[in-house]
């Protein structure tokens, strides 16, 4: 069993900053990417930032809407996911996933519950 646990979202005022934590548990074997996916209302789920990691190192990609204003890191010791957001807009306001591509006894894709993040105008 595998748990995703967000935390750190809220209601910021344009411009400013907020700082996105999601930790896996479980029985983990390897974590193979991490990353953040975000929903507005009436919108689809979509892709904010991921990274990956593997022999040729660490890689990130990033939605063009957040490109410069997000950063995505991983810790590895505990297994963890930040997403780093500046300059935030009233357009990135969304409910937050946490994803993760996980070994365990078999390849798992998991999501966290989701952290409401509000930005007024």
């Known amino acids: 069993q595998v748990q995703l646990v967000e935390s750190g979202g809220g209601l910021v005022q344009a411009g400013g900053s907020l700082r996105l934590s999601c930790e896996a548990s479980g029985s983990i074997f390897s974590i193979n990417a991490m990353g953040w996916y975000r929903q507005a209302p009436g919108k689809q789920r979509e892709l904010v930032a991921r990274i990956t990691s593997g022999a040729s190192g660490v890689g990130t990609s990033y939605a063009d809407s957040v490109k410069g204003r997000f950063t995505i890191s991983r810790e590895n010791a505990k297994n963890a996911v930040y997403l780093q957001m500046n300059s935030l807009k009233p357009e990135d306001t969304a409910v937050y996933y946490c994803?993760?591509?996980?070994?365990?006894?078999?390849?798992?894709?998991?999501w966290g519950q989701g952290t409401q993040v509000t930005v007024s105008s």
């Open positions: 994803n993760a591509v996980i070994t365990t006894a078999y390849i798992g894709n998991y």
